[in-house]
Protein backbone atom coordinates (compact mmCIF):
# COMPACT_ATOMS: atom_id res chain seq x y z
CA UNK A 1 0.00 0.00 0.00
CA UNK A 2 1.46 3.36 -0.77
CA UNK A 3 1.51 5.37 1.90
CA UNK A 4 0.18 9.24 1.54
CA UNK A 5 2.69 12.16 0.60
CA UNK A 6 3.68 13.89 3.98
CA UNK A 7 2.26 17.49 4.09
CA UNK A 8 4.37 20.55 5.17
CA UNK A 9 3.87 24.39 4.88
CA UNK A 10 7.40 24.97 3.48
CA UNK A 11 9.33 22.50 1.42
CA UNK A 12 13.18 23.88 0.47
CA UNK A 13 14.93 22.38 -2.19
CA UNK A 14 18.35 22.79 -1.46
CA UNK A 15 20.46 23.91 1.54
CA UNK A 16 23.42 26.43 0.66
CA UNK A 17 23.22 29.91 1.39
CA UNK A 18 19.22 30.70 0.02
CA UNK A 19 17.94 27.87 1.30
CA UNK A 20 19.10 27.64 5.15
CA UNK A 21 17.56 31.09 5.47
CA UNK A 22 14.80 30.19 3.88
CA UNK A 23 14.10 27.24 5.80
CA UNK A 24 15.08 29.11 9.13
CA UNK A 25 12.69 32.27 8.19
CA UNK A 26 9.61 29.93 8.01
CA UNK A 27 10.20 28.00 11.07
CA UNK A 28 10.48 31.05 12.89
CA UNK A 29 6.89 31.87 11.85
CA UNK A 30 6.05 28.71 12.75
CA UNK A 31 5.87 26.85 9.19
CA UNK A 32 6.35 22.97 9.43
CA UNK A 33 9.25 23.17 7.53
CA UNK A 34 11.27 20.46 5.02
CA UNK A 35 14.46 20.91 4.25
CA UNK A 36 16.23 18.76 1.08
CA UNK A 37 19.27 18.36 -0.10
CA UNK A 38 21.33 15.73 -1.93
CA UNK A 39 24.47 15.88 0.33
CA UNK A 40 24.88 14.32 3.60
CA UNK A 41 25.15 17.91 5.75
CA UNK A 42 24.07 21.37 4.86
CA UNK A 43 25.85 23.90 3.59
CA UNK A 44 25.72 23.34 -0.30
CA UNK A 45 28.86 24.49 -3.04
CA UNK A 46 29.23 27.53 -0.48
CA UNK A 47 30.50 25.36 2.57
CA UNK A 48 32.04 22.73 0.77
CA UNK A 49 33.34 23.55 -2.74
CA UNK A 50 33.24 27.28 -2.76
CA UNK A 51 33.01 30.23 -0.88
CA UNK A 52 34.45 28.90 2.46
CA UNK A 53 37.06 26.76 0.92
CA UNK A 54 38.43 29.46 -1.41
CA UNK A 55 38.72 32.17 1.26
CA UNK A 56 40.69 29.68 3.32
CA UNK A 57 43.18 29.45 0.98
CA UNK A 58 43.37 33.25 -0.28
CA UNK A 59 44.16 33.72 3.49
CA UNK A 60 47.28 31.74 3.92
CA UNK A 61 48.40 33.71 0.43
CA UNK A 62 47.36 36.79 1.79
CA UNK A 63 49.27 36.54 4.91
CA UNK A 64 52.57 35.37 3.03
CA UNK A 65 51.80 38.56 0.00
CA UNK A 66 51.54 40.72 3.37
CA UNK A 67 54.62 39.51 5.01
CA UNK A 68 56.42 41.12 2.01
CA UNK A 69 55.12 44.19 1.76
CA UNK A 70 55.55 44.73 5.15
CA UNK A 71 59.22 43.32 5.61
CA UNK A 72 59.94 45.92 2.19
CA UNK A 73 61.77 42.77 0.73
CA UNK A 74 64.00 41.31 3.96
CA UNK A 75 61.86 38.04 4.58
CA UNK A 76 61.94 35.40 2.11
CA UNK A 77 58.37 34.13 1.91
CA UNK A 78 58.35 32.59 -1.48
CA UNK A 79 56.35 29.85 -1.97
CA UNK A 80 57.91 26.90 -4.19
CA UNK A 81 56.21 25.51 -6.89
CA UNK A 82 55.46 21.32 -5.66
CA UNK A 83 54.17 22.77 -2.24
CA UNK A 84 51.74 21.12 -0.63
CA UNK A 85 48.46 23.06 -1.38
CA UNK A 86 47.09 21.21 1.71
CA UNK A 87 49.91 22.64 3.76
CA UNK A 88 48.31 26.21 2.67
CA UNK A 89 44.43 25.39 4.04
CA UNK A 90 45.00 23.43 7.43
CA UNK A 91 42.60 25.44 8.64
CA UNK A 92 39.79 24.84 6.58
CA UNK A 93 39.14 21.32 8.26
CA UNK A 94 38.77 23.72 11.71
CA UNK A 95 36.79 26.46 9.85
CA UNK A 96 34.31 24.00 8.12
CA UNK A 97 33.53 22.07 11.43
CA UNK A 98 33.02 24.96 13.45
CA UNK A 99 30.22 26.34 10.64
CA UNK A 100 28.77 23.01 10.54
CA UNK A 101 27.90 22.39 13.57
CA UNK A 102 26.95 26.07 13.73
CA UNK A 103 24.41 25.43 10.94
CA UNK A 104 23.17 21.96 12.50
CA UNK A 105 22.81 23.68 15.56
CA UNK A 106 20.42 26.69 13.81
CA UNK A 107 18.40 24.06 12.07
CA UNK A 108 18.16 22.02 15.00
CA UNK A 109 16.58 24.84 17.19
CA UNK A 110 14.43 25.72 14.35
CA UNK A 111 12.79 22.42 14.51
CA UNK A 112 13.28 22.28 11.09
CA UNK A 113 13.22 18.37 9.55
CA UNK A 114 15.73 17.24 7.07
CA UNK A 115 16.01 15.00 4.57
CA UNK A 116 19.07 13.71 2.58
CA UNK A 117 18.01 12.41 -1.37
CA UNK A 118 17.65 14.50 -4.99
CA UNK A 119 14.31 15.96 -5.05
CA UNK A 120 11.75 15.93 -8.34
CA UNK A 121 8.47 17.79 -8.52
CA UNK A 122 5.43 16.00 -9.24
CA UNK A 123 3.32 18.48 -9.72
CA UNK A 124 2.79 22.61 -8.57
CA UNK A 125 2.96 21.19 -4.87
CA UNK A 126 4.65 17.80 -4.57
CA UNK A 127 7.99 16.59 -4.82
CA UNK A 128 8.99 12.92 -4.89
CA UNK A 129 12.66 12.55 -3.05
CA UNK A 130 14.68 9.53 -4.18
CA UNK A 131 16.95 8.66 -0.81
CA UNK A 132 19.97 7.07 -0.51
CA UNK A 133 20.06 3.09 -1.30
CA UNK A 134 17.02 4.73 -3.48
CA UNK A 135 14.48 4.89 -1.30
CA UNK A 136 11.53 7.23 -2.69
CA UNK A 137 9.09 9.19 -0.79
CA UNK A 138 6.72 11.80 -1.11
CA UNK A 139 6.03 15.60 0.44
CA UNK A 140 3.58 18.45 -0.49
CA UNK A 141 3.61 21.85 0.90
CA UNK A 142 1.66 25.00 -0.20
CA UNK A 143 5.09 26.59 -0.67
CA UNK A 144 8.14 25.52 -2.60
CA UNK A 145 11.30 27.14 -2.91
CA UNK A 146 13.99 26.13 -5.13
CA UNK A 147 17.72 26.71 -3.82
CA UNK A 148 19.38 24.19 -5.81
CA UNK A 149 22.55 26.50 -6.80
CA UNK A 150 24.60 25.85 -9.63
CA UNK A 151 27.73 24.23 -10.84
CA UNK A 152 30.72 25.11 -12.76
CA UNK A 153 30.07 25.46 -16.91
CA UNK A 154 32.49 22.48 -18.77
CA UNK A 155 32.29 24.09 -22.71
CA UNK A 156 32.52 20.97 -25.29
CA UNK A 157 35.78 22.87 -26.70
CA UNK A 158 37.40 22.95 -22.83
CA UNK A 159 38.08 19.16 -22.17
CA UNK A 160 37.87 19.56 -18.62
CA UNK A 161 39.68 16.53 -16.48
CA UNK A 162 39.89 17.59 -12.85
CA UNK A 163 43.69 16.63 -13.45
CA UNK A 164 45.56 18.96 -15.88
CA UNK A 165 42.20 20.94 -17.03
CA UNK A 166 40.74 21.79 -14.11
CA UNK A 167 37.35 23.43 -12.82
CA UNK A 168 36.52 25.88 -9.65
CA UNK A 169 35.75 23.07 -7.44
CA UNK A 170 38.56 20.73 -8.59
CA UNK A 171 41.26 23.30 -8.23
CA UNK A 172 40.69 22.92 -5.04
CA UNK A 173 41.64 19.51 -4.42
CA UNK A 174 45.42 20.29 -6.22
CA UNK A 175 48.13 18.45 -4.06
CA UNK A 176 50.67 20.41 -5.49
CA UNK A 177 51.45 23.92 -6.43
CA UNK A 178 51.50 24.08 -10.48
CA UNK A 179 54.66 25.82 -11.41
CA UNK A 180 52.42 27.40 -14.55
CA UNK A 181 48.41 28.40 -14.55
CA UNK A 182 46.35 29.77 -17.51
CA UNK A 183 43.05 30.67 -16.21
CA UNK A 184 40.09 31.13 -18.69
CA UNK A 185 37.88 33.82 -18.18
CA UNK A 186 37.98 36.86 -16.38
CA UNK A 187 34.93 36.76 -13.96
CA UNK A 188 34.96 36.94 -10.18
CA UNK A 189 35.98 33.00 -9.86
CA UNK A 190 38.98 33.47 -12.42
CA UNK A 191 40.21 36.83 -10.97
CA UNK A 192 40.20 35.62 -7.26
CA UNK A 193 41.77 32.44 -8.09
CA UNK A 194 44.14 33.63 -10.74
CA UNK A 195 45.26 36.40 -8.21
CA UNK A 196 45.66 33.48 -5.38
CA UNK A 197 47.65 31.35 -7.10
CA UNK A 198 50.26 34.48 -8.50
CA UNK A 199 50.63 35.75 -4.92
CA UNK A 200 51.74 32.32 -4.38
CA UNK A 201 54.50 32.93 -6.61
CA UNK A 202 52.70 30.24 -9.33
CA UNK A 203 53.15 31.75 -13.31
CA UNK A 204 49.76 32.98 -13.98
CA UNK A 205 48.18 34.28 -17.24
CA UNK A 206 44.58 35.30 -17.19
CA UNK A 207 42.94 35.11 -20.69
CA UNK A 208 39.78 36.72 -21.68
CA UNK A 209 37.34 37.71 -24.35
CA UNK A 210 36.49 40.75 -23.34
CA UNK A 211 39.21 43.78 -22.76
CA UNK A 212 38.89 44.12 -19.53
CA UNK A 213 38.78 41.60 -16.36
CA UNK A 214 35.29 41.99 -14.05
CA UNK A 215 33.85 44.05 -16.84
CA UNK A 216 30.63 45.17 -14.33
CA UNK A 217 32.67 46.88 -12.06
CA UNK A 218 34.07 50.37 -12.23
CA UNK A 219 36.91 50.67 -14.56
CA UNK A 220 39.21 52.34 -12.45
CA UNK A 221 38.75 49.85 -10.21
CA UNK A 222 39.60 46.68 -12.79
CA UNK A 223 42.56 49.16 -14.26
CA UNK A 224 43.69 49.02 -10.32
CA UNK A 225 43.04 45.07 -10.21
CA UNK A 226 45.51 44.63 -13.33
CA UNK A 227 48.50 46.51 -12.44
CA UNK A 228 48.46 45.19 -8.90
CA UNK A 229 47.93 41.37 -10.89
CA UNK A 230 51.18 42.32 -13.15
CA UNK A 231 53.04 43.81 -10.57
CA UNK A 232 52.95 40.41 -8.77
CA UNK A 233 53.93 38.66 -12.02
CA UNK A 234 50.85 38.07 -13.63
CA UNK A 235 50.15 38.43 -16.97
CA UNK A 236 46.73 39.58 -18.34
CA UNK A 237 45.31 38.53 -22.03
CA UNK A 238 42.97 41.02 -23.18
CA UNK A 239 40.53 40.33 -26.20
CA UNK A 240 41.41 36.48 -26.47
CA UNK A 241 39.46 33.80 -27.75
CA UNK A 242 40.87 30.35 -26.55
CA UNK A 243 40.30 28.10 -29.75
CA UNK A 244 41.59 24.56 -28.15
CA UNK A 245 42.54 22.84 -24.52
CA UNK A 246 44.42 19.64 -24.74
CA UNK A 247 46.78 17.93 -22.33
CA UNK A 248 49.56 16.84 -24.31
CA UNK A 249 51.18 13.60 -21.88
CA UNK A 250 53.55 16.29 -19.93
CA UNK A 251 51.73 20.21 -20.26
CA UNK A 252 48.70 21.73 -21.26
CA UNK A 253 48.55 23.45 -24.45
CA UNK A 254 45.95 26.80 -24.97
CA UNK A 255 45.82 27.81 -28.62
CA UNK A 256 44.63 31.69 -29.26
CA UNK A 257 42.88 32.84 -31.89
CA UNK A 258 45.90 35.22 -32.56
CA UNK A 259 48.13 32.23 -33.22
CA UNK A 260 49.40 32.46 -29.86
CA UNK A 261 49.97 28.87 -27.98
CA UNK A 262 50.04 29.26 -24.17
CA UNK A 263 52.56 26.11 -22.01
CA UNK A 264 51.15 25.80 -18.53
CA UNK A 265 51.32 22.82 -16.23
CA UNK A 266 47.44 23.47 -15.27
CA UNK A 267 44.61 25.23 -16.79
CA UNK A 268 41.67 26.52 -14.80
CA UNK A 269 38.50 26.83 -17.07
CA UNK A 270 36.58 29.12 -14.98
CA UNK A 271 33.72 30.41 -17.52
CA UNK A 272 30.80 30.68 -15.40
CA UNK A 273 28.42 28.30 -13.97
CA UNK A 274 25.35 26.41 -14.82
CA UNK A 275 22.07 26.50 -13.09
CA UNK A 276 21.12 23.03 -11.24
CA UNK A 277 18.02 22.50 -12.62
CA UNK A 278 18.04 19.14 -14.94
CA UNK A 279 16.93 16.68 -12.77
CA UNK A 280 13.93 19.14 -11.16
CA UNK A 281 11.73 18.09 -13.92
CA UNK A 282 10.84 21.32 -13.39
CA UNK A 283 8.14 21.04 -16.47
CA UNK A 284 5.69 18.56 -14.27
CA UNK A 285 5.32 21.86 -12.08
CA UNK A 286 4.94 24.51 -15.09
CA UNK A 287 7.87 26.13 -14.20
CA UNK A 288 9.66 27.57 -16.71
CA UNK A 289 13.41 27.85 -17.48
CA UNK A 290 14.52 30.69 -19.62
CA UNK A 291 17.37 30.61 -22.33
CA UNK A 292 20.25 30.76 -19.77
CA UNK A 293 19.35 27.69 -17.82
CA UNK A 294 18.34 29.83 -14.88
CA UNK A 295 14.61 30.18 -13.53
CA UNK A 296 13.25 33.36 -13.87
CA UNK A 297 11.81 35.15 -11.32
CA UNK A 298 9.92 38.14 -9.72
CA UNK A 299 11.22 40.90 -7.01
CA UNK A 300 9.94 38.91 -4.63
CA UNK A 301 11.39 35.52 -5.84
CA UNK A 302 8.16 34.05 -7.49
CA UNK A 303 8.33 32.06 -10.41
CA UNK A 304 5.52 31.72 -12.88
CA UNK A 305 4.03 29.29 -10.96
CA UNK A 306 1.63 30.69 -8.13
CA UNK A 307 3.29 29.00 -4.52
CA UNK A 308 6.76 28.32 -6.09
CA UNK A 309 9.62 30.45 -5.18
CA UNK A 310 13.00 30.59 -6.07
CA UNK A 311 16.41 32.40 -4.54
CA UNK A 312 20.27 31.98 -4.85
CA UNK A 313 22.45 31.11 -7.98
CA UNK A 314 19.44 28.90 -9.49
CA UNK A 315 17.92 32.08 -10.65
CA UNK A 316 21.10 33.99 -11.95
CA UNK A 317 23.44 36.55 -11.16
CA UNK A 318 24.44 38.31 -9.23
CA UNK A 319 24.88 34.96 -7.40
CA UNK A 320 26.37 36.12 -4.54
CA UNK A 321 26.30 34.31 -1.23
CA UNK A 322 24.99 37.60 1.06
CA UNK A 323 22.04 38.41 -1.85
CA UNK A 324 21.35 34.65 -1.99
CA UNK A 325 20.62 34.58 2.15
CA UNK A 326 18.81 37.58 1.51
CA UNK A 327 16.87 36.30 -1.77
CA UNK A 328 15.72 33.44 0.62
CA UNK A 329 14.42 35.11 3.34
CA UNK A 330 12.44 37.66 1.35
CA UNK A 331 10.64 34.90 -0.46
CA UNK A 332 9.54 32.98 2.60
CA UNK A 333 8.61 36.31 3.88
CA UNK A 334 6.29 37.19 0.59
CA UNK A 335 4.86 33.97 0.87
CA UNK A 336 3.63 34.10 4.44
CA UNK A 337 2.38 37.67 4.05
CA UNK A 338 4.90 39.08 6.24
CA UNK A 339 5.77 42.75 5.89
CA UNK A 340 9.26 43.05 3.81
CA UNK A 341 10.68 46.68 4.77
CA UNK A 342 11.68 49.37 2.56
CA UNK A 343 13.24 47.36 -0.35
CA UNK A 344 16.94 48.81 -1.22
CA UNK A 345 18.74 48.39 -4.76
CA UNK A 346 21.93 49.38 -2.50
CA UNK A 347 23.72 45.92 -2.34
CA UNK A 348 27.37 45.70 -1.81
CA UNK A 349 29.95 43.47 -3.89
CA UNK A 350 32.44 42.18 -2.58
CA UNK A 351 34.74 40.29 -4.75
CA UNK A 352 37.93 38.34 -2.67
CA UNK A 353 40.57 38.45 -5.03
CA UNK A 354 44.35 39.86 -3.63
CA UNK A 355 43.61 42.58 -3.43
CA UNK A 356 40.53 42.95 -2.57
CA UNK A 357 37.55 44.94 -5.00
CA UNK A 358 34.19 45.72 -3.13
CA UNK A 359 31.48 48.27 -5.17
CA UNK A 360 28.26 49.64 -4.26
CA UNK A 361 26.09 51.67 -6.28
CA UNK A 362 26.79 53.43 -9.27
CA UNK A 363 29.73 53.21 -11.39
CA UNK A 364 31.12 56.54 -13.05
CA UNK A 365 30.04 55.64 -16.60
CA UNK A 366 26.55 54.33 -15.00
CA UNK A 367 26.56 58.14 -13.28
CA UNK A 368 27.08 60.09 -15.99
CA UNK A 369 25.01 58.60 -17.94
CA UNK A 370 21.86 58.90 -15.87
CA UNK A 371 22.79 62.11 -14.58
CA UNK A 372 24.25 64.09 -17.32
CA UNK A 373 27.35 64.63 -15.43
CA UNK A 374 28.73 63.78 -11.76
CA UNK A 375 31.58 64.63 -9.24
CA UNK A 376 34.34 62.35 -8.57
CA UNK A 377 37.02 61.92 -4.93
CA UNK A 378 39.21 59.78 -4.97
CA UNK A 379 42.10 58.74 -2.35
CA UNK A 380 44.80 56.84 -2.22
CA UNK A 381 45.78 54.24 0.67
CA UNK A 382 49.52 55.24 0.29
CA UNK A 383 48.33 58.60 1.18
CA UNK A 384 47.07 57.20 4.84
CA UNK A 385 49.08 56.49 7.44
CA UNK A 386 47.28 53.31 8.29
CA UNK A 387 48.12 52.38 4.64
CA UNK A 388 51.67 52.44 5.03
CA UNK A 389 51.58 51.07 8.56
CA UNK A 390 50.30 48.24 6.93
CA UNK A 391 51.82 48.28 3.31
CA UNK A 392 48.47 48.23 1.90
CA UNK A 393 49.60 51.40 -0.19
CA UNK A 394 47.88 49.87 -3.50
CA UNK A 395 44.58 50.62 -1.97
CA UNK A 396 42.28 53.08 -3.53
CA UNK A 397 38.38 54.81 -2.87
CA UNK A 398 36.69 56.21 -5.19
CA UNK A 399 33.71 58.03 -3.91
CA UNK A 400 30.56 59.56 -6.72
CA UNK A 401 28.63 62.06 -6.15
CA UNK A 402 25.51 63.92 -7.94
CA UNK A 403 26.28 67.32 -10.01
CA UNK A 404 25.54 68.99 -7.27
CA UNK A 405 27.87 67.02 -5.10
CA UNK A 406 25.31 66.10 -2.09
CA UNK A 407 23.95 62.55 -3.27
CA UNK A 408 26.15 59.91 -2.72
CA UNK A 409 25.62 57.76 -5.93
CA UNK A 410 28.64 54.65 -5.46
CA UNK A 411 31.57 53.93 -4.18
CA UNK A 412 34.38 51.93 -5.53
CA UNK A 413 37.21 50.16 -3.56
CA UNK A 414 40.01 48.33 -4.03
CA UNK A 415 43.19 47.29 -1.21
CA UNK A 416 42.70 45.16 1.28
CA UNK A 417 39.88 45.83 3.58
CA UNK A 418 37.88 46.50 0.77
CA UNK A 419 34.85 44.14 1.52
CA UNK A 420 34.80 45.75 5.03
CA UNK A 421 35.03 49.49 4.16
CA UNK A 422 32.36 49.44 1.36
CA UNK A 423 29.56 48.82 4.34
CA UNK A 424 30.28 52.50 5.19
CA UNK A 425 29.20 53.53 1.95
CA UNK A 426 26.02 51.43 1.73
CA UNK A 427 24.70 52.34 4.97
CA UNK A 428 25.30 55.83 4.12
CA UNK A 429 23.28 55.73 0.95
CA UNK A 430 20.49 53.67 2.49
CA UNK A 431 20.55 57.05 4.97
CA UNK A 432 20.25 58.95 2.54
CA UNK A 433 23.41 61.10 3.80
CA UNK A 434 24.98 64.19 2.13
CA UNK A 435 28.87 63.64 1.25
CA UNK A 436 29.41 66.05 3.69
CA UNK A 437 29.01 63.65 6.49
CA UNK A 438 32.05 62.40 6.08
CA UNK A 439 34.20 65.20 6.33
CA UNK A 440 31.41 66.04 9.46
CA UNK A 441 32.25 63.32 11.85
CA UNK A 442 35.22 61.49 13.28
CA UNK A 443 36.89 58.76 12.02
CA UNK A 444 39.27 56.64 13.96
CA UNK A 445 43.13 57.39 13.42
CA UNK A 446 44.96 56.02 12.13
CA UNK A 447 42.18 53.60 10.13
CA UNK A 448 41.80 52.72 6.33
CA UNK A 449 38.15 54.74 6.85
CA UNK A 450 39.71 57.88 6.45
CA UNK A 451 40.05 57.64 2.63
CA UNK A 452 36.30 58.21 2.26
CA UNK A 453 37.31 61.81 4.32
CA UNK A 454 39.88 62.33 1.92
CA UNK A 455 37.71 61.37 -0.98
CA UNK A 456 34.75 63.57 0.10
CA UNK A 457 37.16 66.34 0.61
CA UNK A 458 37.95 66.51 -2.94
CA UNK A 459 34.71 66.44 -3.86
CA UNK A 460 33.35 69.18 -2.10
CA UNK A 461 36.62 71.34 -3.30
CA UNK A 462 34.96 70.65 -6.48
CA UNK A 463 31.50 71.39 -5.64
CA UNK A 464 33.11 74.94 -4.39
CA UNK A 465 34.89 75.58 -7.07
CA UNK A 466 31.71 75.08 -9.69
CA UNK A 467 29.70 77.63 -7.01
CA UNK A 468 32.33 80.17 -7.56
CA UNK A 469 32.60 79.55 -11.23
CA UNK A 470 28.40 79.73 -11.36
CA UNK A 471 28.69 83.47 -9.33
CA UNK A 472 31.41 84.57 -11.66
CA UNK A 473 29.88 83.98 -14.46
CA UNK A 474 26.87 85.52 -12.68
Not at 398 to 419: F, M, N, Q, S, Y
Request: charged share 25%; net charge negative; hydrophobic share 40%.
Amino acid sequence: MKLAPASYDLIVIGAGPSGQKAAIQGAKEGCRVLLVERQRKAGGECLYRGTIPSKTLRESSVYLHGLRQRSNGSLDVDVCAGFEVKALMRRLSSVLATYENRLEDQLSRNGIERLQGRAAFVSSNEIEIEEPHRKKSRATAETILIATGSRPRHPGDVPVDHEHILDSDSILSLIYLPESLVVLGAGVIACEFASIFVSLGVQVTLVDKRDRPLAFLDEGLTERFVKSFETMGGRFLPNSDVTSVSWSGDIVRTELGSGEVLVSDKVLCALGRVANVEQLQLEQAGVEVNSRGHVPVDEFCRTNVPGIYAAGDVIGPPALAATSMHQGRRAIRHALGLDLGERTDTVPIGIYAIPELASVGLTEAAAREAHGACLVGHSDFSELARGQISGNTEGWLKLICDPRGEKILGAHIVGEGATELIHLAQMAMIADLDVETFVENIFNFPTLAEAYRVAALAILAQKAALRSGHEQAA
